[in-house]
């Protein structure tokens, strides 16, 4: 997008916060997820409900991504914990009692049910690190070349979400058309699990709240992965760009 080879994308708040310390002005237009989904999954008869109750097995995660150099701030897991490139299945986790994966709410453990697993869901963001999730993005300069096109994009964005809160089957059935091994029980259940994370309770779908950003800049730098001042959090969205005006 930076390039100028496409003129949308979707990404995590930290992803457009790290992309833009790195020289891309990229800019968020609407945040499709208000909570992170991101979770950790475990098997439920393994009794853990804190991820400081790792003592051993593996530990299924993306190293590189801003929430597991969170995690492995916060948590100091013992050498019997074995952290281990994710694989991007259920599988691995489904034979091994013991393991923990990284997950998004709305699939992996639903993935893992329908196979019959009983699994646990400890959501990151309730222990302390939540980016916007599935924002829109787009560049500085279609912003300013062509915002006419940017504010259409944003107001379909809006109308797809809440058309999909409302009532997810059409989506569902286009997503199932793509991807035959996704059942319909499972694209339901995903539906829902997404529901609380786009509109939370008392909250505006594709709301923006600048101090959710800089605090998620603090954090970033605070684990490293941005130098102080390499970034102005408040000049990585828009506001007011194909949204309604406030009554």
């Not at 914990?81 to 453990?109: H, I, N, R, T, W």
Request: aromatic share 6%; net charge neutral; with cysteine.
């Amino acid at each position: 997008m930076a390039a100028g080879r496409v003129d949308f994308g979707v990404a995590d708040a930290s992803e457009i916060l790290l992309a833009r310390a790195q020289g891309a002005p990229v800019v968020a237009l609407v945040p499709g997820l208000q909570k992170s989904p991101r979770c950790m999954m475990v098997h439920e008869a393994s009794g853990i409900t804190d991820l400081k109750d790792l003592q051993a097995g593996s530990v299924q995660l993306s190293v590189r991504e801003p929430f597991a150099s969170f995690l492995r701030a916060e948590y100091r897991w013992p050498e019997a914990v074995q952290v281990v490139p994710y694989s991007g299945s259920v599988a691995p986790f489904l034979l091994d009692p013991k393991a923990v994966q990284q997950a998004y709410v709305f699939s992996e453990p639903i993935i893992a049910e329908s196979q019959g697993a009983k699994v646990r869901c400890i959501l990151v963001a309730d222990l302390g690190f939540n980016p916007y999730a599935s924002v829109l993005v787009t560049s500085e300069s279609l912003l300013a070349s062509r915002p006419e096109l940017v504010a259409r994009v944003v107001a379909a964005t809006l109308r797809g979400w809440e058309q999909y809160l409302r009532d997810p089957s059409a989506a569902n059935a286009e997503i199932r058309a793509r991807n035959t091994e996704l059942s319909p029980e499972i694209l339901a259940k995903g539906a829902t699990a997404l529901k609380p994370l786009a509109a939370p309770e008392g909250g505006t779908i594709g709301a923006i709240d600048p101090a959710r950003w800089k605090t998620l800049a603090d954090q970033l730098v605070d684990l490293g992965l941005l130098k102080p001042g390499a970034v102005d959090p408040a000049a990585a969205y828009n506001l007011e760009i194909g949204r309604k005006p406030a009554k």
